[in-house]
């Protein structure tokens, strides 16, 4: 009898195409969701409850009607699911300026519009337009930087490991480097400083200790086989407290003695002096090259506030000689990237506050007055929506600058702070992370935390309606 029944539901299973059809189904699905991953769905789900019914007993085998539910509730999941891992837009309220998991720099306009140019029609990338001949792909940006920094020349690729990693092959491959113990960091994404050193070719010679490290160091670590001197900015690294470390001057003294060069990895790479905001010191692209340092490299998508990308400077022998490298190709940058930093760089030569075009600098230069208007703003606004139902204030707190720049600076902020009914604040994150478009925040003291440094013009009226919905639904009664 009971092995009957089971036969008679599996043979009553709707087909793909009958779950398909199903009006909450229908309804739900959008131009975002292919028909593939809607018939994957559908058939993953109809596997589940085939093999659910072969195991069960009579007494818990479902009825049609009910399986019908759970099977439509189980496809409707892998959709949410699958539109979750799509790239798209979602908007940061973590204070968290440069947010490596949410893609770090924003660009400006007129970078995003060089992009869309780039990406929309044929372009002169590799042509000489003026003789008709092929041309060089990255001589419009290395001029920019050039003149930007007062290189002798300029060298780009598509990150900054790639960059160290191909100034490191070119310049000290079968040969020894010297760099301080206390600079053998890592950093995001498990990348490490003796890892990119070996794998390009290079051996690695520690010199000091963790904490202190003297020009003393270097010199007697130098011998025949040394072929590069490397100081490593250590990123969201600090030793703090009985500590020495080797100058830029230094350093470029003991390698012009030696005749040896001098390589920086300054990580994250600004162009202006960011103590006029009262921001922590950070050396400069223009302090490392105006020192006489013979290459330095940094990324492209953090404090110079551009698309992601690895930038090298230097002095002409050094840096030429990378152009020739067989590794360039295959750390070159695409169309898009070049044409985006392009316009950025133009952004800095042309402008006498880059902190007024560039959005990074923007949001860490933000006035503390104007984050609490702001903030102040939309604290009244959630709470007209919500009618009493949570509790909602504005406080101080700090800000971040966030992939591994400035790791020393809490940045003063006011932002607004949210906890609703019944709600955990883990709760109310989650329903703000699942909300369209993803509102994405922090959590301070069981409290929700809305930063508006990093929050958009314009957003704040998204995240109004994300949790006015929260408030009519009483989700907390």
């Excluded at 070719?201 to 086989?225: C, F, H, M």
């Amino acid at each position: 009898m009971e092995s009957n029944r089971k036969n008679l539901l599996m043979r009553s299973l709707p087909s793909v195409n009958e779950i398909l059809s199903r009006s909450r189904i229908v309804q739900d699905r959008d131009e975002s969701v292919p028909r593939f991953v809607m018939v994957k769905a559908a058939q993953e789900a109809l596997d589940h409850f085939r093999e659910q019914m072969i195991s069960q007993s009579g007494n818990d085998l479902m009825v049609k009607d009910d399986l019908l539910e759970q099977l439509e509730k189980r496809i409707l999941k892998t959709v949410r699911t699958f539109r979750q891992q799509r790239l798209q837009p979602v908007i940061n309220a973590t204070g968290v300026v440069l947010h490596t998991n949410l893609g770090r720099a924003l660009l400006p306009e007129s970078a995003v519009n060089a992009v869309t140019m780039a990406a929309s029609a044929y372009t002169n990338l590799e042509l000489d337009l003026a003789s008709g001949k092929r041309g060089h792909r990255y001589r419009q940006v290395e001029e920019l930087l050039c003149e930007l920094t007062g290189a002798e020349s300029a060298v780009v690729v598509n990150n900054n490991a790639a960059a160290v990693l191909l100034a490191l092959s070119t310049l000290a491959q079968g040969r020894e480097a010297i760099v301080s113990r206390g600079q053998l960091v890592e950093i995001g994404g498990s990348f490490r400083v003796p890892d990119v050193m070996a794998q390009s070719g290079v051996t690695l010679v520690e010199v000091g200790t963790t904490n202190k490290t003297s020009p003393s160091d270097y010199r007697n670590a130098i011998n025949s086989q040394t072929g590069l001197l490397v100081r490593v900015h250590t990123s969201n690294y600090r030793i703090v407290g009985f500590t020495q470390e080797v100058s830029l001057k230094e350093m470029i003294r003991l390698g012009v003695e030696q005749s040896i060069p001098v390589m920086e990895d300054l990580g994250s790479g600004t162009m202006v002096d960011l103590t006029r905001w009262k921001l922590p010191a950070e050396p400069t692209v223009l302090d490392s090259i105006r020192a006489g340092v013979d290459v330095v490299t940094f990324s492209g998508d953090k404090l110079l506030g551009g698309p992601q990308a690895g930038i090298i400077l230097g002095k002409r022998k050094h840096v030429d000689l990378m152009k020739k490298h067989p590794l360039l190709r295959a750390l070159r940058m695409d169309k898009m990237t070049l044409a985006a930093l392009e316009a950025v760089l133009y952004l800095y030569i042309e402008s006498a506050e880059p902190e007024q075009v560039i959005p990074v600098l923007s949001m860490l230069t933000l006035p503390l007055e104007d984050l609490d208007q702001r903030a102040s703003a939309l604290a009244e606004a959630i709470q007209s929506e919500w009618k009493g139902k949570g509790k909602v204030t504005v406080i101080d707190t700090t800000s971040q600058a966030g992939g591994g720049s400035l790791p020393s600076a809490e940045i003063p902020t006011r932002a607004v702070a949210l906890q609703y009914g019944g709600l955990t604040a883990n709760e109310l994150e989650s329903y703000l992370r699942a909300a369209d478009p993803p509102i994405l925040t922090r959590i301070l003291m069981d409290q929700v935390i809305l930063d508006p440094r990093t929050i958009r013009v314009g957003e704040e009226e998204v995240i109004v309606r994300a949790l006015a919905q929260l408030g009519r639904a009483g989700q907390a009664d």
